[in-house]
């Protein structure tokens, strides 16, 4: 039999687990029962305003999942004195979920940019603040917005970016394509000989790259990748991102197109794709760069040969060594 002493220990030492884990227990009912009873329609900002810097803030939205936005941007939107929209049919009902009062917008797209730009620059000469906004993520990346910044710097506002949402970010974390490096070109040349021009400038890079298409053009485009880039290498289709149906899938260029075939829906949405870049091309030694490694490999040692021809040609020391073993080995 145990001690009474040691007897009561362990009777305290039961307690402590057995309410440790009704506290645990607790929590997580309490959690659960706060998510049953959250409201359909949540209002997630308090509407209260703050005292906004007058500055022209580039605030990114959702792409698709309305609750992909910050805290701040909620702050800044709430706050500004002016909302400049690509589309205030679409940024008035995006504000309403939010919970915003309506607050004055003023249209600032691709056809009327830059008369927009003098618009905002006066109400910034007014003190105002003002809260640039594009239909879905981030404001003058493939997106208008980037005219009006330029003019706003040029004439000596601040411009402030409020982060947030962007597909070509979205799809790259979830591509486990392995460049440590990306080139983002955005929208490809609608026209097929545009288009083909454009992907012939990039043929050489070793960096994976980025475009945006439209599901009325993914076919042409795909076709043009297959036959500027070739068959082999890796193109991740990444559609509707952080929508119901998003899907993101990795195949070769030669596969690509009969993946979309497969399915009609496959076709539709907006698409970034993501294509693997140039393999890395062993340098090859020019043919005057040869002659002078054979010349010296016949009267000195092979070391001293390299050694003096990669400072008669400029060539790589490694490429000139390799190639000396070789001719080495044909003597």
């Given at each position: 039999m145990l001690p009474a002493r040691?007897?009561?220990?362990?009777?305290?030492?039961?307690?402590?687990?057995?309410?440790?884990?009704?506290?645990?227990?607790?929590l997580i009912a309490t959690v659960l029962i706060g998510l049953q009873n959250e409201p359909k329609g949540i209002t997630v900002h308090s509407g209260q305003k703050q005292n906004l810097d007058c500055a022209l803030y580039v605030v990114?939205?959702?792409?698709?999942n309305l609750r992909d936005i910050s805290l701040r941007a909620l702050d800044i939107l709430a706050s500004a004195d002016v909302v400049a929209a690509e589309d205030k049919r679409t940024t008035a009902p995006m504000l309403a979920h939010y919970g915003i009062a309506a607050k004055r917008l003023m249209s600032l797209h691709q056809h009327n940019e830059r008369g927009a730009?003098?618009?905002?620059?006066?109400?910034?000469?007014q003190g105002l603040s003002v809260a640039l906004v594009s239909d879905a993520g981030t404001p003058a990346v493939s997106d208008p917005g980037a005219l009006l910044?330029?003019?706003?710097?040029?004439?000596g506002f601040r411009v402030v970016p409020i982060p947030g949402s962007n597909a070509a970010l979205a799809a790259l974390s979830a591509a486990g394509?392995?460049?440590?490096?990306?080139?983002?070109?955005?929208?490809?040349?609608?026209?097929?000989?545009?288009?083909?021009?454009?992907?012939?400038?990039?043929?050489?890079?070793?960096y994976t790259l980025v475009f945006y298409e439209a599901p009325h053009r993914?076919?042409?485009?795909?076709?043009?990748l297959q036959s500027v880039f070739g068959r082999e290498r890796q193109i991740v289709l990444a559609r509707e991102i952080t929508k119901m149906f998003e899907s993101i899938h990795r195949c070769t260029l030669a596969e690509a197109m009969d993946w979309l075939n497969g399915d009609p829906n496959r076709q539709r949405g907006e698409f970034v794709l993501?294509?693997?870049?140039?393999?890395?091309?062993?340098?090859?030694l020019d043919t005057e760069a040869e002659r002078i490694l054979m010349l010296l490999l016949k009267d000195l040692p092979l070391k001293q040969a390299v050694q003096l021809a990669v400072q008669i040609t400029g060539a790589g020391r490694n490429e000139l060594y390799q190639r000396a073993l070789q001719l080495k080995k044909l003597e």
């Amino acid at each position: 039999m145990l001690p009474a002493r040691s007897f009561l220990t362990c009777l305290i030492g039961m307690s402590r687990h057995l309410l440790c884990d009704a506290m645990r227990l607790g929590l997580i009912a309490t959690v659960l029962i706060g998510l049953q009873n959250e409201p359909k329609g949540i209002t997630v900002h308090s509407g209260q305003k703050q005292n906004l810097d007058c500055a022209l803030y580039v605030v990114a939205t959702p792409i698709g999942n309305l609750r992909d936005i910050s805290l701040r941007a909620l702050d800044i939107l709430a706050s500004a004195d002016v909302v400049a929209a690509e589309d205030k049919r679409t940024t008035a009902p995006m504000l309403a979920h939010y919970g915003i009062a309506a607050k004055r917008l003023m249209s600032l797209h691709q056809h009327n940019e830059r008369g927009a730009a003098e618009k905002v620059i006066a109400l910034l000469a007014q003190g105002l603040s003002v809260a640039l906004v594009s239909d879905a993520g981030t404001p003058a990346v493939s997106d208008p917005g980037a005219l009006l910044v330029e003019e706003v710097r040029k004439v000596g506002f601040r411009v402030v970016p409020i982060p947030g949402s962007n597909a070509a970010l979205a799809a790259l974390s979830a591509a486990g394509l392995t460049s440590p490096h990306f080139l983002f070109y955005g929208f490809l040349p609608s026209k097929n000989a545009a288009r083909c021009h454009a992907l012939q400038s990039l043929v050489t890079l070793p960096y994976t790259l980025v475009f945006y298409e439209a599901p009325h053009r993914i076919h042409e485009c795909v076709a043009d990748l297959q036959s500027v880039f070739g068959r082999e290498r890796q193109i991740v289709l990444a559609r509707e991102i952080t929508k119901m149906f998003e899907s993101i899938h990795r195949c070769t260029l030669a596969e690509a197109m009969d993946w979309l075939n497969g399915d009609p829906n496959r076709q539709r949405g907006e698409f970034v794709l993501l294509v693997s870049g140039a393999a890395a091309q062993r340098e090859t030694l020019d043919t005057e760069a040869e002659r002078i490694l054979m010349l010296l490999l016949k009267d000195l040692p092979l070391k001293q040969a390299v050694q003096l021809a990669v400072q008669i040609t400029g060539a790589g020391r490694n490429e000139l060594y390799q190639r000396a073993l070789q001719l080495k080995k044909l003597e």
